[in-house]
């Protein structure tokens, strides 16, 4: 089952649209009322993250369902400005990025260093940690994949185990560890993928109850 596709602007118009969607596929599939309330916090998030992303043109959202398994879709096109890459190329030079606090921040700033690939030099762990290479490629530096390639793929899954490998003997993985554990989104989702090809960005949000 598939939702209609919502578009959703940064002015706030199609919001309570998407969250009646994402309402309305808990009603079909049944969920109990804890349930149904997870999946709207993860629409809630999803919903937030694309008004922070997008300019006049918007987002498009939708949910997919199979069961007890639900997909939260979001596909934009970030509005990059030259001031904006500046900005990107003058942090991964310091490798911080102040407004990349928390994992929804840290989630934004993927998109933004994800379109605009030439930021991906020295960018912060949590970037090239959750980076997908494609099955094959044998780079061992997933930055060089990711500013040479016409796609990129970003996992949580994969971020986290990185985190949770390095938290016991970093102070910065310790810090992202427990970012993770206050995260709404973290906490419920069972997967979140950012994948960017061109100027596109899908994020789909995977949760199984």
């Known amino acids: 089952m598939r939702s209609d596709s ?96 928390g994992f929804t921040g840290k989630l934004r700033d993927i998109v933004n260093r994800a379109v605009a690939p030439e930021s991906a030099n020295g960018a912060a762990d949590y970037y090239s940690r959750g980076l997908i290479p494609p099955d094959g490629y044998t780079l061992a530096d997933p930055l060089a994949y990711s500013m040479s390639a016409d796609a ?22 310790k810090e992202e560890w427990d970012e993770l554990e206050k995260s709404i989104v973290a906490s419920i989702a069972d997967e979140v993928k950012i994948a960017v090809t061109g100027d596109k960005v899908e994020m789909t949000v995977y949760k199984s109850f």
């Open 152 to 173: 990129v793929t970003w996992s949580m899954r994969k971020y986290r185990d990185e985190v949770g490998a390095h938290a016991a003997d970093s102070a910065q993985a």
């Open 6 to 101: 919502i578009q959703i602007k940064s002015s706030g118009e199609g919001v309570e649209e998407a969250l009646y969607a994402a309402s309305a596929s808990a009603v079909y599939r049944a969920l109990n009322k804890k349930e149904a309330i997870h999946l709207r916090l993860l629409a809630e998030e999803t919903i937030g993250l694309a008004r922070q992303l997008t300019d006049a043109a918007g987002a498009t959202f939708w949910v997919e369902s199979t069961g007890r398994a639900f997909e939260l879709h979001l596909i934009a096109r970030p509005l990059v400005t030259g001031s904006m890459r500046r900005e990107l190329l003058k942090v991964s030079t310091s490798g911080k990025n102040e407004a990349a606090k």
